[in-house]
């Protein structure tokens, strides 16, 4: 799966556009504040409704325009194409179009068209909070687990009705103890769809990792949310007077966590900032791995400032591995000669030059 043709109009400071990319390796190069990663917002904008720059909507918009549109055509790997296309304006509204027709979610959009992002944001996978974690794991079940929706579904409502009688005083025992038993259902399922995935996901990315760079000590494991040697309905009535009293329940899946550590230590408290980088790319590369063997749908890559923290040896190993992965790639770099070698002399190679908005092609190898 790759995108093949690519419109944008009205994202940030981008001239309307349409472009004609190459299945494997796009690189867009530039200086500083010319549009590259407002290109690849783009691609984001279209698989996920959003951007991955600000929770706002209002900046990404261009100034004067009342909305942006993203329109992509997609060749699939079985000859056949899908017309992708979304528009939302200022007032936050939301049009998306599949083929043609009005689609009913965004997540239509994410299970055609899946993504992986590696920006300088993506630190914050080791460095930040749990819930970031949560969300790049439950990314990764979401997308290989069909059931995994519908137990997260069902995991927020009972969530959301225990923490309301826990705000509201709510003495009723019996009331309680319902939605004790929705949450502690929801919650073992979820639990086990995200171990049977870190199963997956660990030799994976063990695998990804050492082609990128040795790291011995190194380990990935899994933090559920409660007590690993106790039942939920155990903890939850042990813990109810504390929930009580902050007025949110405390166990349970939404506290779970994914580690990443070197021997005793978080990674991120011993890693230089290139080790991160590249222990991050392995994670993303690994789970659009994973995603693409459960689905046979290729992951579009995008590369927000490729070379930046990285030496040349690691670039090019960097390089190396993405197009190993015979994926559609998007990068973006300053400087397009560090990116001009690491490919093989058979991958199509698409360049193209942004200034000050304007996107040009200018080249293309193989």
Known sequence: MAISQLQITGIRNLQPVTLHVSPRINILYGDNGSGKTSVLEAIHLLAMARSFRSTRLQPMIQYEQSSCTVFAQINHGDGSQSNLGINRDRQSE???RINGQNARSAAQL???LPL??????SFRLLEGSPKLRRQFLDWGVFHVEHKFISAWQRLQTSLRQRNSCLRHGIMDQSVIAAWDHELCIASNEIDQLRRAYIAQLKPVFEQTLAKLLELPGLTL???????KNSELQEVL???IERDRALGYTQAGPQRADLRVRIDKYNAVDILSRGQQKLVICALRIAQGYLLSQARRNECIYLVDDLPSELD???RLALCQLLDNLECQ???TCV???LMSSGWRTDTPVSLFHVEQGQITPSGVTA
């Not at 992986?116 to 944001?121: A, F, G, S, T």
Request: charged fraction near 25%; avoid cysteine; charge should be neutral.
């Open 116 to 121: 992986q992002l590696i920006n300088p944001d």
């Open 237 to 239: 009535n042990k813990s």
């Open 329 to 331: 790639v998007f990068i």
């Open 312 to 314: 040349e040896q690691h």
């Open 110 to 112: 994410a299970q055609l």
């Open 94 to 96: 939301l049009r998306i």
């Open 335 to 337: 400087d397009k000669h």
């Open 221 to 227: 494991s899994y933090f559920r949310g409660w007590d």
